[in-house]
Structure formats: structure tokens, C-alpha cells
């Protein structure tokens, strides 16, 4: 089982980092991707993979950050993708919801990190949210310049995941789809995705699965529950969890090149 999203360099691990990993391997876990959300934190996450065993890490700056982005940024995650570790430039995208950056910030930003994804022939790990149209229309033009492309947390309509199917992405879904308030649409589309375009992911410490048994006594998610989340998915898919794990771990490997 390998957890394609994780914000390790989220606040809310800086007290219990170690036992958080530790716990994660220990449930069954085989190997976590650490997001990196800007320039600084994709550093930190590229430093808490080069200290954690089958651990790995994208540098990248998300649409929320968008208006951080300088002459410099391009540079800066060049030379962290040049790091073993790191596998993917990310997390990157556009999210028109809140817009803590202006649309014109987060294309620009967005398209930069396409053409260095493109120029590095790295795989490119991606954010959408009320943005899917322009999304694609961003995309589109380095999809055959990409060696592959994940659209992470995924939480849109059946035809916009078939719109992103149509392209070649891979899909990432996390506990939302344990939600039974606002998962029920990504549950029923479940068995629209291929198996070898799914990849299951907390984004701890985000999206704590709401149907756990017992409930923690914390809101705070951790990779330790990434079991969970495949038992639910792979029982909405009709397929065996085992087998489902298997698969979503060769999709791993097949698109950031990473053995675990």
C-alpha cells in the first residue's frame, strides 16, 4: 500500500513526526509520497524523505501560492528535482474555489511548472478544484511532452473524470469517498476508473476517513489509515483489497518510477 499524498510537513506532524511514519509502516503501509505545496515546504519534504526509509517526495508550488511565484521559483525547483528523492514536480494546478491567488497567478505558475516537468521529463502531480475546464485547457498542450500525470484528491463529477481519463491522467483518491455527505458522487463513479489508473492516498493530515472504526480521538489523519481507505474503495469497486493494492502499488511504480 503506497500513500501517493502526504503533507508530512504539515504543523500538525511537528510533534509526532517519526511515530507517525512509523506507525503508517507498521499498519501495512510500503512506501509515502511527501507533497511539497511551495518552495520552502518542498525542500522540508525533500529533507523528510532523504531521512525516511521508502519515502519520496514533489517539489512543486500550489495554486494557493501561486503569487509567490518569482524569476527564481523555475530555477529553485530544478535544482530540487535533481534530488533522487524527489519523483515529481507538484503539487501544482489551479483551484478557482478559494483563490488565495489570483486565476491569473495560478495559470501562470501552472504552465511554468508544466514546461519544467516537460524539460526534466518528470511526471507531474496536479490540483483541481472549480477550475476543470481551464484546467484541461492548460494541460492539454504538454500531455505528449509528459511522460504521465496524476490529478490528485479527486473529487469532481463522473464526466470530469472521464474527461481526465480521455488524457491519459491517473486519478488519486483519498477518505473524501468515505464521506457520506459529500463522497456519495465519488463513490458511485468508482467503477468508471480503470485499475491501472488509480492511485489511493490520505493527504494527511487532511480528510480523516468519517466512517472510522472507532473513531480516533483526533481529527488529524495519518497514512496509518490508507488500509481503510483501500478496504472501502476496493469494496465499492468490487474487487479484492489485496489485489487492489497490488495494482495501485505497480501504478506507483509505473508512473514516478520508484521501487519499494
Known amino acids: 500500500m503506497f500513500d501517493i499524498g502526504l503533507n508530512l510537513t504539515s504543523s500538525q506532524f511537528a510533534h509526532d513526526r517519526d511515530e507517525v511514519v512509523t506507525r503508517a509502516f507498521d499498519a501495512g503501509v510500503n512506501g509515502l509520497l511527501l507533497t511539497g505545496t511551495n518552495l520552502h515546504e518542498s525542500d522540508q519534504a525533500r529533507q523528510l524523505a532523504q531521512r525516511y526509509p521508502h519515502c519520496w517526495s514533489t517539489a512543486g508550488v500550489h495554486p494557493h501560492d501561486s503569487s509567490q511565484w518569482g524569476p527564481e521559483s523555475f530555477d529553485t525547483l530544478r535544482a ?99 464521506d457520506e455527505r459529500r463522497g456519495l458522487e465519488l463513490r458511485e463513479l468508482l467503477p468508471v476508473i480503470p485499475a491501472d489508473r488509480l492511485l489511493i492516498e490520505t493527504d494527511a493530515p487532511y480528510l480523516l476517513p468519517r466512517d472510522l472504526s472507532p473513531k480516533p480521538k483526533s481529527r488529524r489523519n495519518e497514512p496509518a489509515y490508507l488500509g481503510h481507505i483501500i478496504e472501502r474503495i476496493a469494496s465499492w469497486r468490487a474487487e479484492e483489497p489485496q489485489w487492489l493494492a497490488a495494482q495501485t502499488d505497480d501504478n506507483v511504480r509505473r508512473l514516478f518510477g520508484v521501487q519499494f
Open 80 to 178: 530540487l528535482a535533481a534530488s533522487p528523492e524527489v519523483v515529481a514536480i507538484g503539487e501544482c494546478g489551479l483551484d478557482f474555489n478559494r483563490n488565495f491567488s489570483t486565476p491569473a497567478e495560478q495559470e501562470h505558475a501552472f504552465s511554468a511548472q508544466l514546461a519544467l516537468a516537460a524539460e526534466l521529463s518528470m511526471p507531474v502531480f496536479m490540483h483541481c478544484r472549480d477550475a476543470h475546464d481551464r484546467f484541461l485547457a492548460l494541460l492539454e498542450p504538454w500531455l505528449d511532452k509528459l511522460p504521465g500525470a496524476v490529478l490528485h484528491c479527486f473529487t469532481g463529477s463522473r464526466q470530469e473524470a472521464l474527461d481526465c481519463l480521455d488524457r491519459g491522467l491517473y486519478l488519486g483518491i483519498t477518505g473524501w469517498v468515505c
